[in-house]
């Protein structure tokens, strides 16, 4: 994909800061824009959120694949509620071998204005940019929650170098919590290259936010926001606080100009020959970190898209209905099929162990005080013979059955298969040996796994490449033109690769 059409800053980074913001609009009209975003958003996406939270507390919580009524129900029954938990092994083989392949961004020069020199330099800024921020971690930890819940995120962001530093640079940073971020929902891209707006809330130290910004940034979300209850403070010691982004368009005049190059009108010097011009919308990428009450910051995002990524496990549209699902989604009815047979299994067996006795009151005659609680006696005594006949009598027989009926045997076997089928990830595919297929067919199966939840890792690769889009802008913006030499127009020549 060429990277032509990257914005280009309005000023030189050396004599202005790039990121000042000509947003004129009030406090009241951009809160009142993002509460109208946020009750769309939540309406949209919350119950695709809900639906991810349920899959991952799944594999990830103990007794969530037993029904609540039902457990309570066995339990007082005296039944067991076994959970084997094998859909967790499966998650955690597909995370882990994402993890053995990560993806990496790379720019190259593709065509004869390409400048090789200045694509090994971003690619080395890349690179450090990836170790600073500890990307591997954010890539992990979107991965994982698409696998678990279908959805993860990965935000660019920019921050100061040092504390005593003007100099700005782009960090890659995870978010554990995926249920914090709303993006636009008519946003389609599985890369969010189309999202247009987005919203990323946290919880801030109320005393904290007081000393930078006042009581005005927190006095205000028990009173107008009845209507939002996700604004409202979880204690007196904690505050919510939003990042909100927003794409506008400002229609300008763009220059062609003699050297092929282009300007904005308002960029164009005297003496620079201007062959044609046209209108063209300009995108400005407003940023805004505000509480309930007070707009606490805003500036300017450098660069063409939204640096909020989202990274998807299976999305199916049917119409215009997205449906997301996670890895495990479908595979949760077996796996409570496969616990219920396993749990009648072990019910079974445990009543035959403590299956009661019959015997003849002259078989126990005087050792009446053992047969009334055998349990734990490592002896149990019997008279063998009839006292009055003197006949030899039997030992005491235990009613119960010799083993689990086959039927519940099997139907485990079948539950458990029924995992396997659904995931499509066979026993070579999960590291078991085969002594009876040769390397040839166990590699056959080992790439249909791969094949089936290609997806998974498909996305992420997506999402990564979204990310090296998303930094190019940044590295032009905030990195003296001494390091990277060639021209913005040159930069636009790369390609980026996972």
Same mark, same amino acid.
Request: include cysteine; glycine fraction near 6%.
């Given at each position: 994909?060429?990277?032509?059409?990257?914005?280009?800053?309005?000023?030189?980074?050396?004599?202005?800061?790039?990121?000042?913001?000509?947003?004129?609009?009030?406090?009241?009209?951009?809160?009142?824009?993002?509460?109208?975003?946020?009750?769309?958003?939540?309406?949209?996406?919350?119950?695709?959120?809900?639906?991810?939270?349920?899959?991952?507390?799944?594999?990830?919580?103990?007794?969530?694949?037993?029904?609540?009524?039902?457990?309570?129900?066995?339990?007082?029954?005296?039944?067991?509620?076994?959970?084997?938990?094998?859909?967790?092994?499966?998650?955690?083989?597909?995370?882990?071998?994402?993890?053995?392949?990560?993806?990496?961004?790379?720019?190259?020069?593709?065509?004869?204005?390409?400048?090789?020199?200045?694509?090994?330099?971003?690619?080395?800024?890349?690179?450090?940019?990836?170790?600073?921020?500890?990307?591997?971690?954010?890539?992990?930890?979107?991965?994982?929650?698409?696998?678990?819940?279908?959805?993860?995120?990965?935000?660019?962001?920019?921050?100061?170098?040092?504390?005593?530093?003007?100099?700005?640079?782009?960090?890659?940073?995870?978010? !554990?919590?995926?249920?914090?971020?709303?993006?636009?929902?008519?946003?389609?891209?599985?890369?969010?290259?189309?999202?247009?707006?987005?919203?990323?809330?946290?919880?801030?130290?109320?005393?904290?936010?007081?000393?930078? !910004?006042?009581?005005?940034?927190?006095?205000?979300?028990?009173?107008?926001?009845?209507?939002?209850?996700?604004?409202?403070?979880?204690?007196?010691?904690?505050?919510?606080?939003?990042?909100?982004?927003?794409?506008?368009?400002?229609?300008?005049?763009?220059?062609?100009?003699?050297?092929?190059?282009?300007?904005?009108?308002?960029?164009?010097?005297?003496?620079?020959?201007?062959?044609?011009?046209r209108k063209s919308a300009k995108k400005v990428i407003n940023w805004y970190k505000v509480t309930g009450s007070k707009v606490l910051d805003r500036?300017?995002?450098?660069?063409?898209?939204?640096?909020?990524?989202?990274?998807?496990?299976?999305?199916?549209?049917?119409g215009e209905d997205r449906h997301i699902f996670s890895l495990v989604h479908f595979a949760k009815d077996p796996s409570r099929l496969f616990n219920?047979?396993?749990?009648?299994?072990? !019910?079974?067996?445990?009543?035959?162990?403590?299956?009661?006795?019959?015997?003849?009151?002259?078989?126990?005659?005087?050792?009446? !005080?053992?047969?009334?609680?055998?349990?734990? /006696?490592?002896?149990?005594?019997?008279?063998?013979?009839?006292?009055?006949?003197?006949?030899? /009598?039997?030992?005491?027989?235990?009613?119960?059955?010799?083993?689990?009926?086959?039927?519940?045997?099997?139907?485990?076997?079948?539950?458990?298969?029924?995992?396997?089928?659904?995931?499509?990830?066979?026993?070579?595919?999960?590291?078991?040996?085969?002594?009876?297929?040769?390397?040839?067919? /166990?590699?056959?199966?080992?790439?249909?796994?791969?094949?089936?939840?290609?997806?998974?890792?498909?996305?992420?690769?997506?999402?990564?490449?979204?990310?090296?889009?998303?930094?190019?802008?940044?590295?032009?913006?905030?990195?003296?033109?001494?390091?990277?030499?060639?021209?913005?127009?040159?930069?636009?020549?790369?390609?980026?690769?996972?």
């Amino acid at each position: 994909m060429n990277l032509d059409d990257i914005e280009k800053p309005d000023t030189d980074v050396k004599d202005a800061d790039p990121q000042k913001s000509d947003d004129k609009r009030s406090d009241d009209d951009i809160l009142s824009e993002i509460r109208g975003f946020l009750t769309e958003a939540q309406d949209y996406w919350n119950p695709i959120y809900q639906k991810g939270r349920e899959d991952k507390e799944f594999v990830t919580i103990d007794g969530a694949q037993w029904d609540a009524v039902a457990k309570k129900a066995r339990e007082e029954d005296g039944l067991p509620s076994l959970e084997i938990n094998l859909a967790r092994t499966y998650c955690r083989q597909q995370i882990n071998t994402q993890r053995q392949n990560r993806p990496q961004i790379q720019p190259l020069p593709v065509d004869s204005f390409a400048d090789i020199e200045t694509a090994n330099t971003i690619k080395g800024l890349v690179k450090d940019t990836e170790s600073v921020s500890d990307a591997e971690s954010a890539y992990d930890a979107a991965a994982e929650n698409a696998v678990y819940g279908g959805m993860g995120f990965i935000r660019v962001i920019t921050d100061y170098v040092s504390e005593d530093s003007f100099d700005q640079e782009p960090r890659i940073v995870a978010v !554990h919590n995926p249920e914090s971020v709303y993006i636009d929902p008519m946003s389609k891209a599985l890369d969010g290259s189309d999202n247009t707006r987005a919203l990323v809330k946290s919880w801030v130290d109320k005393d904290e936010l007081i000393k930078e !910004h006042g009581e005005d940034a927190v006095d205000d979300f028990d009173s107008d926001l009845s209507d939002m209850p996700s604004w409202y403070n979880i204690s007196d010691k904690k505050v919510l606080v939003a990042e909100y982004f927003c794409i506008e368009s400002d229609v300008k005049e763009l220059c062609l100009l003699g050297d092929g190059s282009t300007k904005w009108k308002e960029e164009v010097i005297a003496g620079e020959l201007v062959i044609k011009t046209r209108k063209s919308a300009k995108k400005v990428i407003n940023w805004y970190k505000v509480t309930g009450s007070k707009v606490l910051d805003r500036t300017v995002f450098i660069g063409r898209f939204i640096p909020v990524i989202p990274v998807y496990g299976e999305v199916t549209f049917i119409g215009e209905d997205r449906h997301i699902f996670s890895l495990v989604h479908f595979a949760k009815d077996p796996s409570r099929l496969f616990n219920y047979w396993k749990s009648t299994e072990a !019910h079974q067996l445990s009543e035959m162990v403590d299956a009661p006795y019959v015997a003849a009151v002259e078989q126990i005659a005087g050792y009446e !005080h053992e047969w009334k609680d055998p349990k734990g /006696l490592r002896v149990l005594h019997y008279n063998y013979k009839d006292d009055q006949t003197g006949q030899q /009598l039997p030992p005491p027989q235990r009613v119960g059955f010799p083993g689990s009926p086959t039927g519940v045997l099997n139907a485990a076997m079948v539950a458990q298969q029924a995992i396997v089928d659904v995931l499509n990830m066979h026993a070579p595919a999960m590291g078991s040996s085969q002594n009876d297929q040769s390397g040839v067919a /166990l590699g056959k199966l080992q790439n249909q796994q791969e094949t089936s939840n290609f997806h998974f890792p498909d996305n992420l690769n997506k999402s990564i490449a979204q990310v090296g889009r998303i930094l190019i802008p940044q590295y032009q913006a905030f990195t003296p033109n001494s390091v990277l030499n060639g021209s913005l127009e040159r930069m636009a020549s790369l390609r980026l690769l996972h």
